[in-house]
């Protein structure tokens, strides 16, 4: 597969279009599966109770934050450097789903610290930095949208994400590099899991619930700016298919 093919618009643009409704579907399959596994088949925590429950919701949208955030970036310096126009839309279109995914993370967080920590928020090292990525993606977000030249919107965006990255590392060792109430990674490359089989296997299932979820939802809102730019370009040649574009309307 020439994957050079696809770095334009008018091609990539079908591809997405077929992918989309598939990563849906399955995103909706696993996370009924996961789901069930998890509230239902899981046992309750010797320590946490039922409480821990959360965490089948809580960590994939955490480690969908970061990735997403890493992948924004990436696209947004390949944008930046190549002058990609697909690559600067498909930094522009992660992004408000990493914002959902943070804010996501955050209010579970919450829900999960008043009866682990006796209080909602602190301003802990993990919470503080996963509240700042927040910031970051709403920052993104806003500059692009405050420059009306979308050419210079997506430049000045990708300096603002590519400077945000040193945030990311921070978020995922801060437990590590400094005493906090968080508690440490459960999941890690280098070691076994520390939770049981099917607690285990019941957030791997949602967390690639969560992926599909999230690919859909960026490749769906990449179709909108695609049709969007070409609008704006007074292009008479629509990239999208002719069902697609009935359902963007």
């Known amino acids: 597969m020439n994957l050079f093919y696809y770095a334009s618009p008018h091609t990539f643009a079908p591809l997405a279009a077929q992918l989309v409704p598939w990563c849906f579907r399955l995103a909706v399959l696993l996370t009924l599966v996961g789901l069930f596994i998890g509230l239902v088949m899981a046992p309750t925590d010797f320590q946490q109770g039922d409480a821990y429950r959360i965490i089948f919701i809580h960590v994939p949208a955490a ?24 690559a600067s839309m498909l930094a522009l279109a992660l992004a408000p789903t990493g914002a959902l995914m943070t804010l996501i993370a955050l209010f579970t967080g919450a ?13 802990d090292a993990r919470l503080t930095s996963e509240l700042i990525l927040l910031f970051l993606y709403l920052g993104f977000l806003s500059l692009h949208g405050a420059i009306e030249d979308t050419r210079r919107a997506d430049r000045s965006a990708a300096v603002l994400a590519i400077v945000g990255v040193v945030n990311v590392p921070i978020i995922y060792f801060s437990v590590r590099w400094w005493n906090t109430l968080h508690q440490g990674a459960s999941v890690t490359l280098t070691q076994a899991p520390s939770m049981a089989t099917i607690m285990f296997a019941a957030m791997m299932i949602m967390t690639f619930a969560f992926w599909a979820y999230c690919i ?9 700016l695609i049709r969007l730019r070409e609008l704006e370009a007074g292009s008479s040649v629509n990239p999208l298919p002719p069902v697609l574009v009935r359902e963007l309307r």
């Open 63 to 86: 480690w969908m934050s970061m990735i997403i955030y890493l992948v924004m970036a990436f696209w947004a310096a390949v944008g930046l450097a190549f002058r990609a126009r697909l």
């Open 111 to 123: 829900i999960w610290g008043k009866p682990t920590w006796g209080t909602y928020w602190v301003w």
């Open 216 to 224: 859909g939802a960026a490749l769906l809102r990449c179709l909108h």
